[in-house]
């Protein structure tokens, strides 16, 4: 009985293990609530939703990994029970947004679905490593939390303020992912290698965040947003160069990398609400 209970309780099972997921689902959310500078009723009810909808994500995966074979039977019924908290917890703060009058995020869940399906279809085909292209479209997805937050706070819905905190979130986290797999290709590696191989492996880092930084710097000249902001994804623009060019992490474990990440979004995220606030 004893050994029942703990596998319900497994980490693995019931909660997210990649410590990049939780920054990427929660800066955006705490970036959009800190531009709306309010709180609302439904702000609560926005984070259980979105809280929640986050969670199923771990125990859905292990039920379809169970499916296609790829983990024990035992496991089954503590993934169903997880998935079945979590969903009901999602389903209560949908209902208690659209009570508060914030029924149009519903509209945002549509838009993750097929997103869902595409992950879990991999998953079915032991094919989710190493898929860049689906991670960048998944942490769209997350980024949307940053329009859910600021539109359900400031009351505003769907607004051109909203759909720029969801593009800046989704710039900075697309240009992340691209980065992390630079990185768990380095640590592969026993020595770095010379400076021009080095080049040719960062290319596609440094295009997303130097795009990123002449992206910002337009959208701040339009007015859209503060200059500030420029700041924070030049800051993102050194640390590709650092990691990808001056300094690869070489043989680095992946926990660390992510740590590292960790860091580097959550200072992200610190600078662009200091550019909004300030």
Request: net charge positive; hydrophobic share 55%.
């Given at each position: 009985?004893?050994?029942?209970?703990?596998?319900?309780?497994?980490?693995?099972?019931?909660?997210?293990?990649?410590?990049?997921?939780?920054?990427?689902?929660?800066?955006?959310?705490?970036?959009?609530?800190?531009?709306?500078?309010?709180?609302?009723?439904?702000?609560?009810?926005?984070?259980?939703?979105?809280?929640?909808?986050?969670?199923?994500?771990?125990?859905?995966?292990?039920?379809?990994?169970?499916?296609?074979?790829?983990?024990?039977?035992?496991?089954?019924?503590?993934?169903?029970?997880?998935?079945?908290?979590?969903?009901?917890?999602?389903?209560?703060?949908?209902?208690?947004?659209?009570?508060?009058?914030?029924?149009?995020?519903?509209?945002?869940?549509?838009?993750?679905?097929?997103?869902?399906?595409?992950?879990?279809?991999?998953?079915?085909?032991?094919?989710?490593?190493?898929?860049?292209?689906?991670?960048?479209?998944?942490?769209?997805?997350?980024?949307?939390?940053?329009?859910?937050?600021?539109?359900?706070?400031?009351?505003?819905?769907?607004?051109?303020?909203?759909?720029?905190?969801?593009?800046?979130?989704?710039?900075?986290?697309?240009?992340?992912?691209?980065?992390?797999?630079?990185?768990?290709?380095?640590?592969?590696?026993?020595?770095?290698?010379?400076?021009?191989?080095?080049?040719?492996?960062?290319?596609?880092a440094l295009l997303y965040s130097s795009f990123?930084?002449?992206?910002?710097?337009?959208?701040?000249a339009l007015g859209l947003t503060p200059w500030?902001?420029?700041?924070?994804?030049?800051?993102?623009?050194?640390?590709?160069?650092?990691?990808?060019?001056?300094?690869?992490?070489v043989g680095a474990r992946p926990a660390a990398?992510?740590?590292?990440?960790?860091?580097?979004?959550?200072?992200?995220?610190?600078?662009?609400?200091?550019?909004?606030?300030?």
């Amino acid at each position: 009985m004893r050994q029942q209970s703990s596998t319900y309780l497994r980490p693995h099972i019931a909660l997210p293990q990649q410590h990049g997921a939780w920054v990427m689902w929660a800066g955006p959310l705490v970036f959009g609530l800190a531009v709306a500078r309010n709180l609302t009723p439904a702000t609560g009810w926005l984070l259980l939703a979105s809280l929640s909808a986050f969670m199923t994500l771990q125990p859905l995966t292990l039920v379809v990994k169970i499916w296609a074979g790829r983990r024990p039977r035992n496991e089954l019924g503590p993934g169903l029970l997880w998935l079945g908290l979590y969903a009901a917890a999602a389903l209560v703060g949908v209902i208690g947004l659209a009570l508060n009058g914030a029924g149009w995020t519903l509209m945002l869940g549509v838009l993750a679905a097929p997103v869902l399906i595409w992950q879990m279809s991999l998953v079915m085909r032991r094919e989710e490593r190493g898929q860049m292209g689906v991670e960048v479209v998944g942490s769209g997805v997350l980024a949307l939390n940053a329009l859910a937050g600021y539109g359900v706070a400031a009351e505003a819905g769907i607004d051109t303020r909203g759909l720029v905190l969801f593009a800046l979130s989704w710039l900075q986290s697309a240009a992340g992912i691209v980065y992390i797999f630079l990185c768990l290709d380095y640590r592969r590696m026993k020595t770095a290698p010379p400076l021009a191989e080095r080049q040719r492996l960062a290319r596609r880092a440094l295009l997303y965040s130097s795009f990123n930084v002449v992206a910002a710097m337009a959208l701040a000249a339009l007015g859209l947003t503060p200059w500030g902001v420029v700041i924070a994804f030049a800051l993102m623009l050194a640390e590709t160069a650092l990691g990808g060019l001056a300094q690869p992490p070489v043989g680095a474990r992946p926990a660390a990398i992510g740590v590292r990440q960790l860091i580097v979004t959550t200072v992200f995220f610190a600078v662009m609400i200091a550019a909004y606030l300030i």
